[in-house]
């Protein structure tokens, strides 16, 4: 089982060691930086937290009836009465009037189930279970928080790319515009074409203005699933390092054996035995000793025995066996079992789901990666026909749409390039967390 109590103090593995490390002259998050932000002030992480140490607390022998229950009991009564009394024989009555009478007493008692059908057993592994129950949920949801704030950091990578890539077109656009006034003055260019290259100007001017407001917007969500404050300033590694591989048959064994929610189903399957064991027992006598000390004092003005003080020990034994009570034990039971048919339906269906997943991710890991090579190697073709656009621009020999188609392709084939790179990468991600190693305690 997985402290995760020492996770805040862990070193962060995620499989992170492919990813490099790129300098920047601002402030650079890394990735590693980036979980440690999130393990530590994640707010549902926290809650998470909070709710494993609620059912740490519980998960105690005394809260499953395993121990004996002690009480002091102490009380006193006054009563002040007119009272006759009528004796048998020749004994004259008595009247008494304002006769007090009171009563004191005192007394420490215990109780112990000695039996119960095994229920208060079956309780305490109920309650140690809801503890690990608690713990593996804090360790899914900070997964979750985990995942989702890597999927974000690659975005913002991707997109922190294309920022440089379109800040790169607008410079060309911008060369375009100079050559053409330059043309102009000649009178080999017309003001119809310099339009036409203003025009490209603006809308490549507005792409990058849009793009630096989905920038702002991703890096506000990371702040925020790192728990601190949504204006905090940051940069992002601008490389990735190399992807590992990965051996789809020992990914699969991996995940049966170590995923986070097929670890869950069994725990809640474990809870549903526990259930139906604590509904049957009910059926079972039940026996209790108890046993107190005590004094009592008793004071009555009227009547034979004026004052009486008990001192002593009193003990028993009580059996109790249910006959009938409506047919609410053997409902309970059967009740119970359907939880643990519904449990084994659950289990089944999130161990396909996990090979599902796992196939997913694998497939399209490979798949990111084939489309990556594909798009580099369209990249080299695409750059070279950029510099041959722009020297036979430069020399006339081809016109502003040819020049701006160049453009745009180098531009679409970088985009493309780098959203499989990316891609490719969450998708190693995500096998690492089926696997249970996104992150090590």
């Known amino acids: 089982m997985k402290q995760i109590t020492m996770w805040y103090r862990s070193t962060i593995s995620l499989g992170l060691l492919f990813l490099g ?3 920047s002259n601002a402030q650079v998050l890394t990735i590693e930086q980036a979980v440690e932000f999130v393990l530590q002030s994640n707010f549902e992480g926290k809650q998470g937290a909070r709710d494993l140490e609620i059912a740490t607390n519980s998960a105690t022998a005394g809260n499953a009836g395993l121990h004996p229950a002690v009480q002091l009991n102490t009380g006193a009564n006054y009563s002040n009465n007119n009272t006759e009394l009528v004796f048998a024989g020749n004994i004259p009555r008595t009247n008494v009037k304002g006769a007090v009478s009171t009563s004191l007493n005192a007394s420490v008692g215990a109780s112990y189930t000695v039996f119960s059908g095994f229920a208060n057993l079956r309780r305490f592994e109920l309650l140690q279970n809801s503890r690990n129950l608690s713990e593996e949920q804090l360790q899914l949801t900070l997964e979750n928080a ?22 790169a077109n607008l410079n ?6 100079k050559q ?16 036409a290259a203003e025009v490209d100007y603006n809308q490549d001017s507005s792409t990058l203005l849009n793009l630096e407001n989905q920038i ?5 969500q990371i702040n ?29 064994e991996k995940a049966r054996n170590n995923s986070t929610q097929l670890i869950l189903a069994d725990l809640r399957s474990k809870s549903s035995e526990l259930g139906e064991s604590i509904a049957s027992a009910a059926m079972m006598p039940q026996i209790v000793l108890n046993s107190s000390f005590g004094t009592v004092n008793s004071q009555n003005a009227a009547g034979i025995i004026l ?4 001192l002593g020990f009193n003990g028993g034994v009580s059996v109790s066996l249910p006959i009938y009570n409506g047919g609410k034990i053997r409902t309970a039971v059967e009740n119970a079992r359907v939880e643990i048919e519904k449990s084994a339906i659950n289990k ?13 991710q694998w497939f399209n890991l490979e798949h990111f990666k084939k489309l990556n090579q594909l798009e580099l190697q369209n990249l080299r073709t695409a750059q070279l026909r950029m510099e041959q656009a722009s020297s036979r621009y430069a020399l006339g020999q081809i016109g502003s749409l040819d020049y701006r188609e160049a453009q745009l392709a180098l531009l679409a084939v970088q985009s493309r390039a780098n959203a499989a790179n990316i891609q490719a990468h969450k998708a190693a991600y995500q096998l690492y967390r089926l696997t249970g190693a996104l992150f090590s305690p």
């Open 21 to 23: 490390i790129a300098a």
């Open 146 to 167: 985990v995942i989702t704030t890597l999927g974000l950091y690659l975005d913002l990578v991707k997109l922190s790319d294309d920022r440089i890539n379109l800040q």
């Open 172 to 177: 060309l656009s911008a060369e375009r515009i």
């Open 180 to 195: 053409i006034r330059k043309a102009k003055g000649l009178g080999t260019a017309t003001t119809l074409d310099l339009m």
């Open 216 to 220: 702002g917007a991703v890096k506000r």
């Open 224 to 252: 925020f699933l790192m728990g601190r404050s949504i204006a905090t300033p940051f940069e992002v590694e601008n490389s990735l390092g190399k992807l590992p591989e990965f051996n789809l048959a020992q990914v699969l």
């Open 307 to 310: 004052e009486q003080n008990n």
């Open 348 to 360: 089944a269906q999130i161990q396909l789901s996990v090979e599902k997943d796992v196939y997913d």
